[in-house]
């Protein structure tokens, strides 16, 4: 079966324009994650949803972060006057349920100039 | 001091050697221990997936939990070229939301 997808797998933008980044979660997967990787940071928590609600936010870096998902399904991570620092692969993973373990997308890399 | 350390190498071993790779948790909450595996340019891809005390084996990998230590260990047994990745250990934090990770270690088998 297919796995989490997201879309670009690559995005270039000039710093101060706005991006979405898209996930298509495993097909039944309630819960859904993001991450970001960075060189100096490692792997952090950005946001988790259960359905379409988002229980916790807490990893957020800011206020232009926001995240949304609908239908159950597909998520958008929105990232508004994007700065050079949010330069970094964006990771989705989902889950079937809460505690279990989560399956990554190949992750979307920006890089904003 | 990190909630989940794990020395980032890299490492570099022979085809065929029995690879040891070790992470140490803080919070004794953590219940759940999980290993991922990331090709370079590639998402983490999960490997193993522990709950209890004590080792759990797949093909030639072991994780091994020692929760009174709160030190957790993958072992490789005759590593393979292919085996060469990242290896994340990952635990869920805050009510099993989150996954906290380690640094990751840089695993290269040389042929």
């Known amino acids: 079966g297919a796995g989490v997808s997201q879309s670009p797998s690559n995005k270039v933008t000039e710093k101060g324009k706005d991006v979405e980044l898209r996930c298509d979660p495993i097909?039944?997967?309630?819960?859904l994650y993001w991450y970001r990787q960075s060189l100096g940071q490692g792997l952090e928590f950005l946001i988790y949803?259960?359905?379409?609600?988002?229980?916790?936010k807490s990893g957020l870096p800011s206020d232009r972060f926001s995240a949304e998902r609908t239908g159950g399904s597909v998520s958008t991570l929105t990232i508004q006057r994007t700065q050079q620092e949010d330069s970094a692969v964006y990771l989705c993973?989902?889950?079937?349920?809460?505690?279990?373990?989560?399956?990554f997308g190949p992750g979307t890399r920006l890089t904003v100039l | 001091q990190k909630e989940v350390e794990q020395d980032p190498g890299p490492l570099s071993v022979p085809e065929g050697a029995i690879v040891s790779l070790n992470c140490t948790y803080s919070?004794?909450?953590?219940?759940?221990f999980m290993w991922y595996r990331q090709y370079s340019r590639k998402g983490p891809e999960l490997l193993m997936y522990t709950y209890s005390s004590g080792n759990k084996e797949d093909g030639r990998f072991t994780a091994q939990v020692d929760k009174s230590s709160k030190y957790i260990s993958l072992f490789i047994r005759d590593s393979q070229p292919s085996d060469s990745a990242t290896y994340l250990c990952?635990?869920?934090?805050?009510?099993?939301?989150?996954?906290?990770f380690g640094q990751g270690t840089r695993l290269t088998i040389n042929p």
């Open positions: 919070n004794s909450a953590f219940q759940y």
């Open positions: 097909s039944g997967h309630t819960a």
């Open positions: 993973a989902s889950s079937p349920q809460r505690g279990s373990g989560q399956f």
């Open positions: 949803f259960q359905g379409n609600s988002a229980p916790d």
């Open positions: 990952a635990m869920p934090s805050q009510g099993a939301q989150k996954l906290v």
